[in-house]
């Protein structure tokens, strides 16, 4: 009962064009499936080896995005079914998911993962790296791939002030993207910006697609 009275209580708050990520990381497929009772066909994962335990027991029409930094050699178990992938952050994981894509036949969405946190941000491309790619010729070689657009986190931080400027930021580069490379692509229009703490301010901002795990779920716990 309690998940599906977070997701309404969540849903509730969404404008109609924001779309609710459900992060399920480090959660048991039993969990996934009460929110997908809910409702929920949307879902966030992390790590491979745990949606990959998962994966196969629940509903077919779940659909995952992966969100957690990717290695490359990890790509091809979770290409045969994943819906989208946000975290792109370096041009060899792109050309990889372009790869493992191309051998299961598939196209996978994916996402440009930026750094916009100001006090800590582990992954993400900056505005130039991104120019560089979508300049390259191996970029635009890639058929087996379609960037939607862009994904950022911000800062962890009771600091809404800053996490309005990250967002802030993310929009602007989005916008600039849109202009230059993607003016007539219609796929590249999301922006996922957004959290448990601060989906709210992220959706001020412009976010088109929040990902929310706490406060659906309850806290995580990582003993592992
Ligand atoms: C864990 C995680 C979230 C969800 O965080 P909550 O604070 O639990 O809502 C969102 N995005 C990414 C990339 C995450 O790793």
Do not use: W
Not at 78 to 83: K, L, R, T, Y
Not at 86 to 112: F, G, M, T, Y
Not at 172 to 192: H, N, R, T
């Amino acid at each position: 009962m309690r998940i599906k009275d977070n997701l309404e209580r969540i849903r509730a708050k969404l404008p109609s064009n924001v779309k609710l990520i459900a992060v399920s990381k480090t959660k048991p497929a039993e969990m996934l499936l009460e929110a997908y009772e809910a409702g929920q066909r949307l879902f966030g994962e992390n790590y491979v080896q745990d949606l990959m335990s998962k994966q196969p027991d629940l509903p077919s029409d779940m659909i995952f995005h992966f969100i957690g930094h990717l290695q490359t050699n990890k790509v091809k178990y979770i290409a045969p079914f994943i819906s989208c992938i946000q975290s792109v952050d370096s041009p060899k994981i792109l050309k990889e998911i372009n790869k493992q894509a191309a051998k299961n036949d598939r196209v996978i969405d994916c996402l440009l993962e930026f750094s916009i946190a100001e006090n800590d941000s582990k992954f993400g491309f900056n505005l130039d790296e991104v120019q560089e790619l979508l300049n390259s010729e191996s970029y635009q070689s890639m058929q087996n791939i379609r960037i939607c657009g862009v994904m950022g986190m911000g800062s962890f931080s009771d600091d809404t002030d800053r996490s309005r400027r990250e967002y802030k930021k993310l929009k602007s580069i989005f916008d600039q993207l849109k202009k230059e490379y993607f003016a007539s692509d219609a796929s590249f229009k999301e922006i996922s910006m957004g959290m448990s703490a601060d989906y709210l301010i992220a959706i001020e901002e412009g976010s088109t697609m929040v990902r929310v795990g706490t406060d659906i779920f309850g806290d995580r716990n990582y003993k592992e």
